[in-house]
């Protein structure tokens, strides 16, 4: 069965700083990668997903991932971070074949921005 | 389009009430689920259908059950409430599984006393 890491349950950024979220997975086959975040009092939304070809993916709100295979991650980030960027980050992986009940997510990691 | 729509969005219930929490989706997706949301412990699966009349259980399902008469409808029935069940639900819908987009409503709270 497929499982993810998310290193760092809370992590505090300054406006205009580096964003880097950590996703670690584990899979006996290449899987498939998301990333969505959480705003306060909503449901998740997706910001980028990697499935195959390109292994750098980009998606919205200026948020990239790099799919490393040898080094089982899958990182989030951001440039410059915005105060609007503050919310919780959720990694999930499922199979390529995968059925219904095999999107895994992580355990989330809340970003801070501090002005 | 409304998306996932889920009611209520707060619930008090005392221990040994029932419930039923509704989801609907307007995307003609095939694919719907239940997740419950612990501080912590990120998004478990209760149940999932892949289709109308098709259900399967998750990772955490006991203490609910769910039916899917429709396309659009998916109901999380919570029949004894215990204070393990103090959660945040989420339904979501995808057109099909595997590498394709899920998307979620809003969320319900809810809080067994």
């Known amino acids: 069965a497929q499982s993810v890491t998310q290193l760092g349950s809370h992590v505090s950024v300054s406006e205009g700083a580096l964003v880097l979220l950590r996703c670690n997975y584990s899979?006996?086959?290449?899987?498939?990668l998301f990333w969505y975040v959480q705003y306060p009092n909503q449901g998740l939304q997706l910001l980028l997903k990697?499935?195959?070809?390109?292994?750098l993916v980009k998606g919205i709100n200026g948020f990239e991932a790099e799919f490393k295979k040898s080094e089982t991650s899958f990182h989030l980030t951001k440039p410059s971070a915005h105060m609007s960027d503050a919310a919780e980050y959720f990694c999930?992986?499922?199979?390529?074949?995968?059925?219904?009940?095999?999107?895994?997510f992580g355990s989330g990691t809340q970003l801070t921005v501090l002005p | 389009n409304a998306g996932v729509t889920q009611t209520p969005k707060f619930r008090i219930l005392k221990i040994g009430q029932s419930m039923t929490l509704q989801c609907a989706q307007d995307?003609?997706?095939?694919?719907m689920y239940w997740y419950r949301q612990d501080p912590g412990m990120g998004l478990k699966l209760i149940y999932y259908?892949?289709?109308?009349?098709?259900?399967d259980k998750g990772e955490v399902p006991n203490g609910y059950n769910v039916s899917r008469s429709t396309t659009e409808d998916f109901p999380l029935r919570l029949e004894l409430a215990a204070p393990s069940q103090t959660s945040v639900y989420f339904c979501?819908?995808?057109?099909?599984?595997?590498?394709?987009?899920?998307?979620f409503g809003q969320g319900t709270r809810l809080t067994v006393v």
């Open positions: 995307m003609n997706h095939n694919y």
């Open positions: 979501a819908s995808s057109y099909i599984a595997g590498g394709t987009e899920a998307f």
């Open positions: 999930a992986v499922t199979l390529p074949s995968g059925s219904a009940r095999q999107l895994t």
């Open positions: 990697y499935t195959t070809g390109a292994t």
């Open positions: 259908s892949v289709g109308a009349g098709i259900t």
């Open positions: 899979s006996s086959v290449p899987p498939y």
